[in-house]
């Protein structure tokens, strides 16, 4: 399965990438070194991140003394974004606009390389956000790069008989979601991105995004391993 995309990339780099548990310096690195030959060749770069462990360790702890709404569990999270966000933008500091994309109205146009945002408002994921971007800049499509290596049919942490997909329509893949955002929760794509991409009639490219050799692939339009939904 291949993939052509435009001189501009919008990739939802997932937070569970960036800080699993503590913040993982060794795949940054790596993931550095992967990006710098294509933004030589004059690919342009839009990063939005997650918040990671970094955002569950905040609901947890706020969880923990007190009861905590949703609204409150998301602000948390996306100010985990933000600075995971900040993390990313000093590790790309040659190339990157040196203002995250923190609310929608910052960005028009892409001016650097490398622009990072983060999570926007509360009832979004960075899921969402990459989306929003990439509609408002009339592309058609946004990779995310989390954990799983595909959608699959059913739960694969659940079912050992899931089986991945390699193209999956907005239809049949939100019948596979819950209908409804909450903080924390875990699927490719979320419901409030979901309904975006069906709207605006986009694509989104799910891959593992540790697996470098792979996304490389995917960027230099040969064969890659994950799902294409839309």
């Not at 997650?50 to 905590?68: I, T």
């Not at 892409?110 to 800049?137: E, F, K, L, N």
């Not at 470098?212 to 839309?230: H, P, S, V």
């Amino acid at each position: 399965m291949r993939y052509a995309f435009g001189k501009t990339v919008v990739v939802a780099l997932g937070g569970s990438i960036v800080h699993p548990d503590g913040i993982d310096v060794a795949f940054l690195k790596k993931f550095r070194a992967f990006l710098t030959p294509f933004v030589r060749r004059g690919t342009k770069f839009v990063l939005v991140v997650g918040g990671g462990r970094l955002a569950r360790r905040f609901q947890e702890a706020a969880h923990a003394v007190a009861k905590v709404n949703d609204e409150d569990k998301d602000w948390l999270g996306i100010h985990a974004t933000r600075l995971n966000a900040h993390l990313l933008r000093t590790v790309f500091r040659d190339v990157a606009d040196p203002v995250i994309i923190d609310i929608r109205e910052k960005i028009k146009k892409v001016r650097y390389p490398v622009t990072i945002a983060s999570g926007w408002r509360p009832g979004w994921s960075t899921d969402y956000v990459a989306m929003r971007i990439a509609a408002d800049m009339g592309i058609r499509e946004a990779i995310v790069a989390g954990s799983p290596t595909h959608v699959y049919n059913k739960d694969y942490k659940k079912y050992r008989g899931a089986k991945p997909l390699d193209r999956i329509s907005w239809s049949e893949y939100r019948r596979l979601i819950p209908p409804k955002w909450e903080p924390g929760l875990n699927a490719p794509v979320d419901p409030v991105g979901a309904a975006l991409g069906a709207r605006e009639g986009m694509r989104a490219v799910i891959l593992n995004g540790r697996d470098l050799a792979n996304f490389r692939a995917l960027l230099l339009g040969k064969d890659f391993q994950g799902t294409i939904i839309g």
